[in-house]
C-alpha cells in the first residue's frame, strides 16, 4: 500500500463514494481515457452500467501491468454522455466499482459530455494512481 491519506477539511462531511482530496507518495501513473470495450476493441454491450464495469476493467489491466493494485489509484474523471443513464446505474456501476476497484477513496469527477470520439462508448473513465515506490 502506497503513503495515501483522504483529506477531508474539519467539520466537511465525508462525502459518499468519493474523496474529495487525496495525499499520495510514490511513483505516479497516469491512464488514459478507457471506454467500455474489450482489449480487442469490441464492444459486447450497449448498457451503460456494462461499459462502465469494462472501463473500470481495463483501469485494472493497465494498473497491473504497472505493477500496481486498485488501491493505488488517487483520481478518476469520468465523462459521461447522459447523466441520468449514469444515475440510473448507480447501483451497478457501485457493485462493478466495489469489485474490481474496491476502494472508494479516489478524488472523482464526473462530467456529462454530448459526445465521445467512439459513437458506441457511452462512459470514458480516466485515473491517475500513485504507486509504491
Known amino acids: 500500500m502506497n503513503d495515501m491519506q483522504v483529506v477531508l477539511p474539519p467539520g466537511w462531511p465525508r462525502p459518499r463514494g468519493y474523496a474529495n482530496g487525496v495525499s499520495a507518495s510514490g511513483r505516479m501513473l497516469f491512464i488514459a481515457g478507457m471506454i467500455g470495450w474489450d482489449a480487442q476493441g469490441v464492444f459486447h454491450s450497449d448498457d451503460f452500467a ?9 483501469i485494472a489491466d493497465v494498473l497491473r501491468e504497472a505493477g500496481g493494485q486498485p488501491e493505488n489509484i488517487v483520481r ?26 474496491g ?23 480516466e485515473a491517475t494512481a500513485v504507486i509504491p515506490a
Open 103 to 125: 476502494s472508494y477513496n479516489a478524488a472523482m469527477t464526473a462530467v456529462e459530455v454530448r459526445a465521445l470520439i467512439e459513437d458506441r462508448a457511452k462512459v470514458e473513465i
Open 50 to 58: 456494462d461499459q462502465a464495469r469494462q472501463a473500470l476493467r481495463n
Open 76 to 101: 478518476m474523471t469520468w465523462y459521461v454522455t447522459d447523466k441520468r443513464e449514469y444515475l440510473a446505474a448507480g447501483k451497478e456501476i457501485g457493485q462493478a466499482f466495489r469489485e474490481i476497484i
